[in-house]
């Protein structure tokens, strides 16, 4: 993970504070617009509710997890708004005044690390056993 420009650059998926959403693989690149949209109560800004669109629980459940691990986080829940939308609202509460983006950001973060270390480990293993299948055939 490196940060670049106007966002911050990892391996499987970047999010760029313009909304632009970018997934990487090894082998090609695909980019589309990412839309999301912050709804918050007044000025509070430590309860907010972050409105992500062509996203499903794929997403939703993992980063859901990545934000509650955050003490300073009281409350951490997403909705899909309906099964024909793809559409999540997903809200965060934080304690001591703490900006939800914050903890946004960083279970954003967190969930691109760990998503990282299991491709390392898948790729890791695919290497090892093809090293052994090559081995055991001579």
Known sequence: MEWKDDGWIVYLFILFPSGTYVALHRLYITSWVFSLKIQANGMDESCVTFVLHEEDHT????????????PEVEFCG????????????FRIQTRNEIPAVEPFRKGLTELME????????????????????ETTME
């Open 59 to 70: 997403l939703g459940n993992g980063l859901r997890y990545m934000v509650m691990k955050n």
């Open 78 to 89: 997403y909705s899909i708004t309906h099964p024909s939308e793809s559409k999540i609202n």
């Open 114 to 133: 760990v998503c990282q270390h299991v491709l390392d480990t898948f790729e890791t293993s695919m290497k090892n056993y093809n090293d052994q299948k």
